[in-house]
C-alpha cells in the first residue's frame, strides 16, 4: 500500500473515541496534526480544554486530575513527550496514572525514511521507558484509542496513542 | 524570613475539609495534620510538578479548597503553569510559595537570582487575580482569615529559612507514612473514588 493509498484519520473519529471513554479533560499543546481537532473540542461540552506551555506541565495536572476523580487525557506532539520525560517518569508511571497520551507523531512517513529526527527517536522513546503504544494511521484504526484506555485502566499505567497522519494531512 | 513549620502551624487552624499539597513542607505537614486522608504529601515525584498536581486537583474537586505549599525551586521549573493555571482560574485553589532562596535539598546551593526574584509580581503578571508576599510570620498570621475569605485563584509567596539536607540520600530518614500510591489511593477513597 502507497502513502496516497491509507485512509485519513478524521477528527470526528477521535473526538468520538474521547466521548466513548468518558474523557472529561483534554490536557493538551497544540502541535501540527491537532487544529481541526482543536475546533470540534471547543464545540464539544463535555470536555474541558486546559492548555499547557510545556507538556511536562500535563502530567502532573493529569495526575491530579485524575486523584479528584476525572478522565483527563493528554495531548501532545512527540518532540513535546520526549521533553516530558521525567514528568512521564515521575507523575505518571511512578504515581500509576491511568491516563491516555496521544501523541503527534511528526516526521512520521510510514516507510521509515524519514528527514525528521522527531520521528527517529519517538518510538526509541517509548521502548526505553518501556510504554506501550498503538499507532493510529486512519479511521479504521481509531477502535486502538479505546484499546490504550482499556489498557491503561487494566495497567494502571500511562498508555501512548500515535497519532501517525501529519504525512497523510490529518488536519486537511 | 519564617520557619516553614511556623507557617504550617499558623494555616492548619484554617484548614477545614481542604485538600492539602504540602509539597516541600510534607516533613513537618505529614505529623501535624488533622486529616491525612484529605493530604496528598507526594514528596517528589518530579521537580516542578506540584502546582500542576494541585492544580489539577483543584479542577477535579471544585468544592473543596486546595492548599499547596510550592517551592520557588519547582516554580521556577514550571513558571509556565502559573499561566495556565491563572487562565482556568480555579476559584478554590491557594497557592503558597515557600521560598528559601536554595536547593535545600541538595545541599543549599542558591537557585538563579535568589534574592531578587518577585514571585508574587511574576503571578500576578501570569494573571493571578491576587498575589502576596510576606517576609514575617505576623503579619502572615493577620492576613491568613482574609486570604481563605477570597476566591481562588491566589498566590502567596513566603519568605522562609532554609533547612539544608546535606546527608547522602541514602541516610536520610524518609518522613513519608504512606507511599505515593497509597496517598492517591486514599485520595480517590475520600471522594468515593475506587
Given at each position: 500500500m502507497d502513502d496516497a493509498a491509507v485512509a485519513v484519520l478524521s477528527p470526528e473519529a477521535v473526538l468520538d473515541e474521547m466521548r466513548k471513554n468518558d474523557v472529561t479533560d483534554v490536557v493538551w499543546l497544540p502541535d501540527s496534526e491537532t487544529n481541526w481537532l482543536f475546533l470540534l473540542m471547543q464545540a464539544e461540552p463535555s470536555l474541558r480544554l486546559v492548555g499547557v506551555s510545556r507538556e511536562g506541565h500535563a502530567c502532573s495536572i493529569a495526575a491530579g486530575l485524575y486523584s479528584g476523580g476525572r478522565t483527563p487525557i493528554i495531548l501532545i506532539q512527540n518532540t513535546g513527550m520526549m521533553e516530558s520525560g521525567d514528568s512521564i517518569r515521575g507523575w505518571l508511571m511512578s504515581l500509576e496514572i491511568p491516563v491516555v497520551l496521544m501523541v503527534g507523531y511528526r516526521g512520521y512517513t510510514r516507510h521509515g525514511v524519514n528527514k525528521d529526527t522527531a520521528a527517529t527517536y519517538t518510538e526509541r522513546f517509548l521502548n526505553a521507558f518501556n510504554l506501550s503504544y498503538y499507532l493510529v494511521e486512519g479511521d479504521a484504526d481509531a477502535p486502538r484509542i479505546s484499546i490504550a484506555f482499556e489498557e491503561a485502566e487494566r495497567t494502571k499505567k500511562p498508555v501512548v496513542v500515535l497519532i501517525a497522519d501529519e504525512f497523510h494531512g490529518f488536519n486537511r | 524570613m519564617m520557619n516553614t513549620v511556623d507557617v504550617l502551624e499558623a494555616f492548619k487552624p484554617y484548614r477545614g475539609d481542604a485538600l492539602v499539597v504540602?509539597?516541600?513542607g510534607g516533613r513537618h505537614w505529614v505529623p501535624m495534620t488533622n486529616n491525612e486522608g484529605l493530604d496528598a504529601p507526594m514528596g517528589d515525584p518530579a521537580m516542578g510538578g506540584h502546582a500542576g498536581f494541585g492544580f489539577g486537583l483543584a479542577l477535579a474537586r471544585p468544592e473543596r479548597k486546595v492548599i499547596l505549599f510550592d517551592s520557588e525551586g519547582d516554580i521556577l521549573m514550571s513558571l509556565g503553569m502559573m499561566v495556565t493555571i491563572a487562565e482556568q482560574k480555579p476559584l478554590n485553589f491557594y497557592h503558597f510559595l515557600l521560598d528559601n532562596e536554595c536547593y535545600a535539598t541538595t545541599g543549599g546551593q542558591p537557585v538563579p537570582n535568589a534574592k531578587n526574584v518577585d514571585y508574587a509580581a511574576i503571578a500576578k503578571g501570569a494573571g493571578y487575580p491576587k498575589a502576596l508576599a510576606y517576609n514575617e510570620i505576623e503579619d502572615l498570621k493577620n492576613d491568613l482569615p482574609g486570604i481563605f475569605e477570597n476566591p481562588g485563584p491566589i498566590f502567596v509567596a513566603l519568605k522562609v529559612y532554609p533547612e539544608v539536607q546535606n546527608e547522602a540520600i541514602g541516610s536520610r530518614r524518609p518522613w513519608?507514612?504512606?507511599?505515593r500510591t497509597e496517598v492517591i489511593q486514599d485520595l480517590r477513597g475520600e471522594f468515593g473514588l475506587a
Open positions: - | 504540602p509539597g516541600r513519608q507514612t504512606r507511599t
